[in-house]
């Protein structure tokens, strides 16, 4: 049996971006139905030494587009750090789901070996692209993705388990 770097990553990012994505619509109804300042939540942090809501949103896109990119052999888009608002969260969702939406399928496919470097002097680490995938980028996704819905969770949305895993 083979495996399927492309599956293994794209649909992957792709599901829970989509839920994140979902997850923003219903809290934008609900700063909007409370009567909240927005930026209450966007800022609100689990634990002082944690990020805020904005970066957990920022972060879980930054890993969906830099592993698709990388293991597509494509550089990796640059993003400005400037969502001061939901719906700009909202937008950023949406552009890394164009920008994986536009990676070729055959190019990840057989990156399993591709090498992959992040970071640069003392934070450079270096990678096979499996282990690059399964043992670094999606658990860095899937922590931020987490934590964001967390911080919406404890903030009183109403969302749950299905909100967070969505549909495949």
Request: no cysteine; aromatic share 10%.
């Amino acid at each position: 049996m083979s495996f399927s770097m492309y599956s293994a990553s794209i649909p992957v990012f792709k599901q829970i971006l989509n839920s994140l994505h979902a997850i923003l619509v219903k809290a934008e109804a609900h700063v909007e139905d409370k009567k909240l300042d927005p930026n209450a939540l966007l800022q609100f942090r689990l634990f002082p030494d944690m990020l805020p809501f904005t970066r957990q949103i920022q972060i879980a896109a930054d890993f969906a587009k830099g592993a698709g990119a990388r293991l597509a052999g494509q550089d990796v888009p640059a993003y400005e750090d400037t969502e001061k608002t939901i719906a700009e969260l909202k937008l950023r969702i949406t552009r890394t789901l164009t920008f994986l939406d536009s990676l070729p399928q055959d190019a990840i496919e057989g990156s399993e070996e591709r090498a992959i470097t992040t970071g640069s002097g003392e934070k450079t680490k270096h990678f096979v692209g499996q282990t690059y995938l399964l043992h670094y980028a999606l658990p860095h996704f899937f922590f931020h993705a987490t934590t964001a819905y967390d911080i919406l969770r404890h903030n009183g949305l109403d969302i749950g388990k299905k909100d967070f895993i969505g549909s495949y």
